[in-house]
């Protein structure tokens, strides 16, 4: 413990860890109180508490000053929330407490979310948000926690506040070793004392300081005001040099975007951080070698190796964020090769040629190749080297079996000097090429001996060539359009070509070809075009473009499987899925029903933990069900349009459908909707047109066709309502819906004069009477169509004159929201996203190309929304996207996407001056 004697030197009582966006003031009024309780103020601080603003000076080195305060920390104070949660930085601090420190001197004030203790399970029961990935953290039992969640509703926070105090008191108490009834007793006491002495000097100051003060506030006021436009000033010029950038250099794009939508969190900075992240929907993201890249090997499930200039062999598994440096060569290295497994790597740099094999890197047994190119096989059985003999200066190919230590050695005879280098498995044989005419030759595993040769020749010399992961093809081009593809697996000199990949024209500075020769990788100028490797007349029908890379080596480009590739660039490795949605999406093939080209729907609905999609289309009678994390489908009966309503979750795996009599609702459940469920009957009930929870799941608030608001309990089936319509005299309703609570009705209709929608609160009251057309409750606010570019919103409880127009997307065919974002499918078939400020935000990327858009679902808070794209063949099948629209989970993703943090020269550059911001991505 750290007395009160004890606050000189470099140890701390307690080091502090939050998220600034969300908590810093809480965190800096937390700081305060803690060193200051119970303390007179002659005195100084009674402790000492590391909080990194506070603490640490401008120039200081952050990591370091970070882990020497944890180290000499006596506690560890958690400031936890979902922000926090997601925070790199509080990951980081944490993780180490929990390595090098105990678990017993971990204290937690809870700001947001909810902590759910299960046990075993720890903090990895359903529903807690504002502990981060418990695998990854878990605690063997309950840490001391403490209520602080009424921080959040304060624009500012009192530093007299007897909630602050008590939340002061109950840290303070823990950190000291002090009773808190005891602790809190000498705060008052000298806080009596203090006060006493002050208001005698009071009475003579107050004139002097009456006047004084006024100039301070209104200085300081004129202080905050220029802070805060200098701002806002910075965050546009960022969110600018993000776009600007991003076609170009996409890594430091993404660190821009978040830093302007750190320093000035608005529509236009979500905006240019939303762009960015979605202008190249096939990015999963940069790795940093920390040298420059010269060659990259890879597996389709995301292992992902690289060789640099400096010598090393950096690897990284499935889902790391750093590497791990597998080996430091005497020079650069000149090729990388992984097995399909990830379990060994193999890596030459001249006369140094090395594998790793169960994490022990082992040196060749016959270094007397000067080996230019290596091959795995998919299991890592065989390894296979190919370069010259320095004393002959013939082609040799070795081949070595890492389990036995096994090595035998062939002549290349036709070949100049070895360039690329595959493992036909299939055929039981090596290819091995050169860079100068496409010359291949195929030689046996079992006996080394040349089995066939080819050239490609094409008059296409000195270019540059690529084999086919597998062996099955060559490639090679000198910069035409039409970009041969021949197959290896025949003795063919100068072969007439029948496949061809798509290179747009361009001059190429690498090559790749896929396994299989399916799909072709061209790299020119920070770009890379795939192509479907085809007949020369489809060429341009599925060439994609990814860009924002810097330019890639002749060995710095791998297409790991038919779709996804590695490319090198400058120092970093950029990695590709061309089949991913997007980075903030999560996509699922599915059986979507539709009726026919002009019908609405099918909508997908999820439930609250995000596992189970139930699609509904008005027109079908029977829904699906999707489980989004694994393969499931199965049929959901639903009752058509003219009598039903939209499926609603009212838990994890139970949804609320139309009965099987009028004015009856069912109880059905996901994982087996064909077993029926409870009925529930609501005597005196019409039609029931719809429903939704009341937040809580505890009941279902329903509407029926006379506009009369019935609550029904989830648990017991009983019903309760008002028994008059809400709504005022029944209409011919067109549609009607109930907020995200239950709270609110509203129902849309057509007369004579036009088109009218009314709201009513279930509480009772008189109807309010709005414009507009179509509606949807989003959060707290209704929106209404009011023509086709701009949406009416009214936020729940006000009055007539509260309405607001938005503008809107032209040619929106429905609309969606929640939180302050709004949703819109376009008759285009992209999906649209604007704010109810009325900025635009963009739109969805990553559908197929012929794909539309037809059903749109957001969550009431606004975090996700869910995209149905049937197949407009109707022959079946079809897309569900689940998007993450928070503004946490976009920041989350433009960190971890980038692979690095923002460097000051980035940041000068960009504002054109010095800035001493804190760059660190997420806080």
Sequence with gaps: MVHDGDVGGDRYAAFISYARAADGQFAEALHSGVENFATRSRRGRAVRVFRDDATMSANADLTGAIQAALATAE?????????????????????????????????????????????????????????????????????????????????????????????????????????????????????????????????????????????????????????????????????????????????????????AYALDPDGETRRALFAVLTGQPALVGFFEAGAQVTTVAGTADGVVVAGTEAGTVQVWRAGATSPHTAWTAGGPVTDVAVSADGTVVAAVSGVDVGYERSGTWTAWPDPAVEASVVAVSD????????????????????????????LSRGVLPGLSTPARLALDEAAGEVV????????????GVEDTGLHATGVLGLGAHGITTALAPDGSGITMTSGAGAVPVVSTRVSDDYPTPDLFGDNLGVDPTALALGPGMRTLAVADSGRIHVSEVGG?????????????????????????????????????????????????????????????????????????????AVVWSPEISDGLVVDLAGDAEMPLPVEPAETGFAPVFVDDTTVVLSGPSEGSIEFRSVIDPSVPQRVARIPG????????????????????????????????????????????????????????????????????????????????????????????????????????????????????DDVAVVPGPDAAVDLMGGGDLMVAPMSSGDVALWDTGGVSLGSLPGLPPT?????????????????????????????????????????????????????????????????????????
């Design 685 to 800: 009930a019409g039609p029931v047109l719809a429903a939704a929870t009341d937040g809580t799941g505890a009941a279902v608030t329903v509407l029926d066709a006379g506009g009369v608001a019935y609550v029904v309990d989830v648990a017991t089936g009983q019903v309760s309502g008002t028994g008059a319509a809400l709504l005022g005299a029944p209409q011919e309703w067109t549609a009607m819906a109930v907020s995200a609570d239950g709270g609110w009705v509203a129902g849309w209709y057509l007369d004579g004069t036009g088109s009218t929608i009314v709201v009513a609160s279930t509480e009772g009251g008189e109807p309010l009477h709005l414009p507009g057309h179509g509606l949807r409750f989003a959060g707290d606010t209704l929106l209404m169509f009011q023509d086709l570019d701009s949406t009416l919103a009214w936020p729940l409880g006000g009055g007539a």
């Design 379 to 406: 299991d890592g059985s065989t390894i296979a080297v190919a370069g010259l003999d320095p004393g002959t200066g013939e082609a040799v190919l070795q081949l070595l079996r890492p389990g036995t230590g096994e």
């Design 432 to 443: 091995v090429s050169d860079e100068m005419i496409g010359r291949w030759d195929r030689v």
């Design 851 to 923: 794909a539309r858009a037809r059903g749109v679902w957001s969550s009431p808070d606004g975090a996700v929304v869910a995209v149905a794209t049937p197949d407009d063949t109707f022959e079946g099948g079809g897309w569900v996207d689940v998007w993450e629209t928070s503004t946490v989970a976009w920041v989350r993703t433009a960190c971890k996407l980038a692979g690095r943090e923002l460097t000051r020269e980035e940041m000068d550059t960009a504002l054109g001056n010095s800035s001493d911001q804190d760059l660190r991505c997420g806080r």
């Design 536 to 612: 020369a007349d489809d060429l341009g029908s599925s060439t994609t473009t990814l860009a924002g890379i810097s330019d890639v080596p002749a060995g710095g480009l791998v297409l790991t499987s038919a779709r996804t590739l590695l490319a090198a660039g400058g120092s970093t490795v950029s990695q590709w899925d061309l089949d991913r949605a997007g980075p903030l999406a999560q996509r699922r093939t599915a059986e979507l029903p539709i009726a026919c080209e002009a019908c609405p729907g099918p909508l997908p609905i999820l439930s609250p933990d995000g596992r189970w």
């Design 75 to 259: 506690w560890f104070v958690l400031v936890a929330s979902p922000e926090s949660a997601a925070s790199h930085w509080v990951q980081q601090e944490l993780h180490w407490w929990l390595t090098h420190r105990s678990a017993d001197r971990l204290v937690v004030v809870l700001t947001a979310g909810e902590l759910v203790w299960s046990g075993s399970a720890g903090f990895g029961a359903h529903g807690t948000t504002a502990w981060p990935d418990p695998p990854r953290f878990p605690l063997a039992r309950e840490p001391r926690w403490i209520d602080a969640r009424w921080s959040r509703g304060e624009e500012r926070i009192s530093r007299r506040d007897p909630r602050l105090v008590a939340n002061v008191a109950d840290v303070a108490a823990q950190v000291r070793g002090v009773p808190k009834d005891s602790l809190i007793g000498e705060h008052v006491r000298l806080r009596r004392r203090a006060r006493r002495g002050v208001q005698a000097a009071v009475a003579v100051l107050v004139v002097l300081l009456f006047a004084s003060a006024t100039a301070t506030w209104v200085a300081v006021d004129r202080t905050a005001e220029a802070r805060r436009q200098l701002a806002v000033a910075q965050a546009r010029q960022l969110a600018s040099r993000a776009e600007a950038l991003a076609p170009t250099d996409l890594q430091s794009a993404l660190l821009l975007a978040e830093r």
